[in-house]
């Protein structure tokens, strides 16, 4: 349960951030996972790829347990726009674009762990 869990937290991470526009690459890198607190500040990194954000958040997550509260956050102060569709490159946002393949994420995680 704790694997399935874990893994479905980092497939929906994940997509978020790839769905993040990319410019400079700050708003990818600005994804900050924690457990049990909502992470804050603002990093000055920038992540155009998106590999060192996707393994910063799976490094934060390597302990999740199921029943724990795990928190995506990205404090730059124009996210909101972004997710807003603000942007050519993500017009239907990130956030509420992952939400909405939940369903697939976590079918295709019970799937992978049925193969093992």
């Known amino acids: 349960m704790d694997l ?11 997509q ?12 990818r890198a600005n994804w900050q996972v924690a ?3 909502v992470p804050d500040g603002v990093l000055t990194l920038e992540d155009k790829s998106g590999s060192a954000t996707i393994s910063a958040a799976d490094a934060s997550a390597a302990g999740l347990k199921a029943g724990d509260v795990i928190y995506l956050a ?3 102060p124009y996210i909101q726009r972004l997710e807003d569709g603000y ?3 993500a017009p239907a946002g990130m956030v509420g674009l992952t939400v ?3 369903q697939q994420i ?3 995680v019970s799937f992978e762990l049925v193969q093992v």
């Open 4 to 14: 399935a869990f874990r893994k479905i937290a980092l497939g929906m991470f994940s």
């Open 16 to 27: 978020v951030i790839m769905n993040t526009p990319v410019d400079s690459g700050r708003a």
């Open 35 to 37: 457990i049990g607190s």
């Open 74 to 76: 990205n404090n730059l």
């Open 87 to 89: 942007s050519g490159q």
């Open 100 to 102: 909405q393949q939940f």
């Open 106 to 108: 976590a079918a295709q």
